[in-house]
């Protein structure tokens, strides 16, 4: 019986080896089966190639919300899937965050964009399904040698890898759950670095986060959560406040195939993207900047007319709607502005190209967060202020949408504007407040203005220098050009026309002009070129053939390159120095009335306060417009086959008709701007006498910072530096030394020397300005001929004081010329 007992017992054993041997080869041949199937699929073969992987309808079942578009979207409870289909899988998709629903005082309003990014699909050879950005930073062309090194030095960044839980029935799809990833900090919870929420909580830390809803559409998916942070520390808190709000992520998908790229041109002002271009045969790695524009074509059965020039409508137009929160009486001026652009896509071969809509408030079909909708958001704000953004594929520079901010309050600024500017010469500006229509055809402007931002157009600073002053005065000139080129340019409103002229109010306005319509032409018309490389010829001869005959299609950029002073803000004609003056008359005719014009019954002059303070301010404005023609230089990018130079002097008699201003304008004290009936009523809370901003302290500010910057070190190196390399015949820094001498010490050839305390401090000013540059330890000015010239200038400056002081009976004015004199010859003798 023993031996038959342990007889058993190793037959029981070697059976047990026999079992474990069996399920480890059914396992190793199970493991080979599902590699092969992931690889090639076996009709009538169901193998689970992960035990993580189910049954379509085991996962997805009856309690399931389905919906079908760009890609599924399968939803129960907290629970939601994607379904991402093959043909899905590297397609490009931009997803864009945006505030839904905002919290109060942060900046930032229900509307407005948090980030964007541009993500591929793909599928893991881990049965997973994999998000990555796809980022434009290099390219090659696909059948150079190089494309491999840039392939390999540009892997995109993975953002996000799901398990795939369940294939479709067809396997054409794949199941991924996406529940917990929505509510993590990600790509789709994403707030850019600086954006004013950003800066008002910790977008790092999330909670409560809530998938509200989601809507798919066949090329976008929409989804809406809303999350809590707390707010940082900001002044008077300690930070650390709950914040609730709702954002929408959009995944909207990208053309198949990417619009044609049309290559940025410096000479045609257009916002622009660029990459690094590599290719076999260059000798040099090259940076390529396209710019961005919508894509108009024409419909299928007009593309022979549209070849032919004749006037066709667009496949797919431009359209924006009014925000339905947007004040009633202001929806039809803001279409105006939009349609006001239809104009200029005609240039272009298209009719009906854009068109401002009121949103339809009545369809269930439209939603607000639809990133297929273009809206211009009206946001309940104090800031007076809009902007005109878009958003782009990275790939093209086809622009997909575009989200307009318009902030209530810009109707403040903008009666401040019109008054200021214009109200010398429009009656319908004398008053606190704007009658509708008037307060409509200023906001339409700024609309208009806006909208060419979203069109892909910058700004074009320089378009105001092309109109001649004079022609400002004239009506028949305003009606054939407009006073400005550009809408794109900051020139507000005619502040040169004199109430004698009688100019009517709508050529007081800007409008789309010249410039807009050529830019629009040369953006958006079709070269009908067969590569963008080929269209860069074309559109490069239009160029030449256009601008060379008429000045006023000129692009000048005044935001990336300064010292060119035809690229001005809030300026107006082709001399600053002319064009001031007119405003300076203007602004005499309109200070004493600013009582009875900025009325309101039972207010306490804030609006007049206001007033003034813009008032000041365009003051301003004039000094620094007329100070840029000093020691500056003309830019004009032109072709390397045209023969006139890029850079040219700023002509030597608008330098000299520069300081004749000041000498006349403000050196020569302007009483006119102490008007004690406004300042002593100008009770607005902000103002503080220490800062200088209003009244005598304003004016003896403005003296003192002109005069301390026409003999700063830097503006006379900048004279000298122009006529080294610019020749005889301009403007030099000996001339513009003796300018300034002559008009700030004028007072010392007088028989009898006396002067008022802004003259004396001037006087004060111009003598620390010099000793500054002598007494200076900076090589680049004591090893040139500036020190010399100073030395000198100084030297002359002490004699004509030591000669007028005798002259001099006033008993502050004559210690004035002692003290300067002592100070003179303290740092001279030091020196010598």
């Known amino acids: 019986m023993k031996l038959n007992r342990y007889l058993i017992i190793a037959f029981l054993l070697s059976c047990t080896f026999a079992v474990v041997a069996q399920n480890k080869k059914s396992k190793r041949s199970a493991k080979n089966v599902v590699a092969d199937t992931t690889k090639k699929k076996v009709p009538g073969l169901k193998i689970n190639p992960n035990k993580k992987i189910k049954p379509y309808e085991t996962v997805i079942n009856k309690n399931f919300k389905s919906q079908k578009g760009l890609f599924g979207v399968h939803s129960y409870r907290d629970t ?30 229900a509307g407005e964009q948090l980030d964007e990014k541009m993500i591929q699909f793909e599928k893991g050879a881990d049965s997973s399904i994999r998000v990555r950005y796809n980022l434009i930073i290099s390219e090659a062309d696909s059948g150079s040698v190089i494309n491999g090194a840039v392939l390999r030095s540009n892997v995109n960044p993975m953002a996000a890898t799901f398990p795939i839980v369940a294939y479709s029935k067809d396997s054409s799809s794949y199941v991924i759950d996406v529940s917990k990833f929505l509510t993590e900090v990600n790509f789709i919870n994403s707030v850019q670095p600086g954006s004013g929420l950003d800066k008002a909580v910790t977008t790092m830390l999330m909670k409560n986060v809530v998938v509200e809803s989601i809507r798919v559409h ?185 989200r307009i901010g318009w902030y209530h309050n810009i109707m403040d600024i903008l009666n401040r504007w019109y008054i200021i500017q214009a109200g010398a010469t429009d009656p319908t500006a004398r008053k606190g407040k704007f009658d509708d229509v008037l307060m409509g055809q200023l906001m339409r402007f700024v609309s208009s203005h806006e909208v060419g931002h979203t069109l892909g157009l910058r700004h074009n600073f320089g378009s105001s220098s092309q109109t001649p002053v004079d022609s400002l005065r004239s009506l028949s000139y305003l009606k054939k050009h407009g006073h400005t080129a550009s809408i794109m340019d900051y020139a507000r409103f005619n502040y040169v026309a004199q109430p004698e002229d009688n100019i009517p109010q709508q050529y007081l306005f800007p409008k789309i002009g010249e410039y807009d319509t050529w830019a629009i032409e040369w953006g958006y018309k079709s070269s009908h070129a067969k590569n963008a490389d080929e269209d860069k010829k074309i559109v490069n001869q239009w160029i030449v053939d256009r601008t060379s005959k008429n000045s006023r299609l000129w692009f000048g950029d005044g935001e990336t390159r300064a ?62 417009h007329v100070l840029s023609n000093i020691g500056g230089f003309y830019r004009t990018f032109r072709s390397e086959d045209e023969k006139l130079p890029v850079y040219t002097a700023t002509p030597r008699k608008l330098q000299q008709e520069a300081i004749q201003f000041f000498d006349k304008e403000l050196f020569t004290t302007p009483f006119w701007l102490m008007n004690s009936k406004i300042q002593d009523r100008d009770m607005d809370p902000g103002y503080d006498p220490k800062k200088n901003v209003t009244g005598a302290n304003f004016v003896q500010d403005m003296q003192i910072r002109t005069l301390n910057t026409l003999l700063d070190a830097a503006l006379l190196h900048q004279i000298m530096a122009n006529y080294t390399r610019f020749g005889p015949g301009n403007y030099t820094v000996t001339e513009h030394i003796n300018a300034v001498h002559n008009s700030i010490w004028k007072d010392l050839k007088m028989s009898n020397v006396k002067m008022d305390n802004y003259r004396r401090n001037m006087q004060k000013s111009y003598v620390g300005a010099l000793l500054d540059i002598v007494r200076t330890s900076n090589p680049e000015t004591l090893e040139t001929d500036l020190s010399s010239l100073v030395k000198i200038e100084l030297k002359k400056l002490r004699s004509d004081i030591k000669m007028a002081i005798p002259k001099t009976s006033e008993t502050i004015s004559k210690y004035h010329l002692m003290d300067l004199e002592g100070r003179i010859a303290k740092v001279l003798d030091a020196k010598s």
């Open 80 to 109: 939601i899937y994607f379904e991402i289909s093959d043909t899905l899988l590297k397609r490009d998709i931009m997803v864009i965050n945006r505030l839904s629903k905002a919290p109060g005082g942060i900046g930032m309003f």
């Open 218 to 402: 066949p090329i976008n998916v929409e989804i809406t959560i809303s999350k809590n942070f707390n707010s940082k520390p900001a002044p008077g808190s300690t930070g650390n406040e709950p914040v609730s709000l709702e954002t929408n992520t959009s995944f909207i998908m990208l053309p198949k195939s990417p619009m044609q790229r049309r290559y940025y041109d410096r000479r045609v002002g257009y916002f622009a993207q660029q990459y690094n271009a590599f290719a076999d045969d260059q000798h040099r790695a090259e940076v390529r900047q396209f710019i961005v524009r919508w894509r108009l074509e024409p419909k299928d059965v007009d593309v022979e007319k549209w070849k032919k020039g004749q006037l066709v409508e667009p496949k797919k137009p431009i359209v924006i709607y009014i925000d339905p929160a947007t004040p009633k009486q202001w929806v039809p001026f803001l279409i105006e502005g939009i349609n006001d652009w239809q104009i200029a896509f005609e240039k272009a071969g298209f009719k009906n190209a854009i068109l401002g809509k009121e949103w339809p408030v009545n369809d269930p079909d439209m939603h607000m967060d639809d990133a297929r909708h273009s809206i211009l958001h009206y946001f309940p704000s104090e800031i007076a202020n809009a902007y005109g953004p878009h958003v782009a594929d990275p790939r093209s520079g086809e622009i997909i949408q575009t």
């Open 563 to 624: 010292g060119d002073p035809r690229n001005q803000r809030e300026d107006l004609g082709d001399n600053s120095m002319k064009a001031s003056i007119y405003g300076i008359k203007n602004l005499k005719r309109i200070l004493p009335n600013l009582k009875s014009w900025t009325y309101e019954k039972g207010g306490l002059y804030g609006n007049m306060a206001r007033t003034h303070s813009e008032l000041l301010g365009q003051y301003y404005r004039y000094l620094n």
